[in-house]
């Protein structure tokens, strides 16, 4: 049993959860913020499967036909749902959970910018303070020194 090689990591966001897991002492964001959870039953089925799915998957890489497939749908209807009762796209809601993920993360936790950006699903770590940047208005490392008590 000993001689088989171990599995492949899988993935960076993987080992970095690991790892902060050794470091901090705080727990660490398992799924989307309560703030995301709201109650949704008079949403329809497949928009219920997907924002459920987005929620627990936000550091996958993200392919509007296999979510569509997922939830039973196509594409543009699942898109269609999206926009008729959410206002926003499949992308744009899975983009606001990734931010208010990592918002959590800077708050609590000492991890830098670029390993959380990585963490939540933002491969270009550039691209993550840009969009952090219009929607809170801060950059992370603003975010994350607000949340610092003052001593």
């Not at 036909?65 to 926003?88: E, M, N, W």
Request: net charge positive; charged share 15%.
């Amino acid at each position: 049993w000993a001689s088989r090689p171990l599995p492949p990591p899988m993935g960076k966001w993987l080992l970095l959860t690991f790892f902060g897991l050794l470091t901090e002492a705080t727990p660490l964001v398992a799924t989307a913020p309560e703030d995301l959870t709201t109650p949704f039953n008079d949403l329809p089925f497949p928009l219920q499967w997907a924002l459920d799915y987005l929620r627990r998957h936000y550091a996958k890489p993200f392919a509007l036909k296999a979510l569509a497939s997922h939830c039973g749908v196509t594409p543009s209807h699942l898109c269609r749902l999206f926009r008729r009762h959410l206002g926003t796209t499949p992308i744009g809601y899975l983009q606001r959970v990734r931010l208010i993920v990592a918002r959590q993360l800077l708050e609590k936790t000492s991890w830098s910018v670029q390993s959380i950006a990585a963490l939540v699903g933002f491969n270009d770590v550039r691209h993550f303070r840009r969009q952090f940047l219009r929607h809170f208005g801060l950059t992370p490392q603003q975010a994350r020194r607000s949340s610092i008590p003052p001593s």
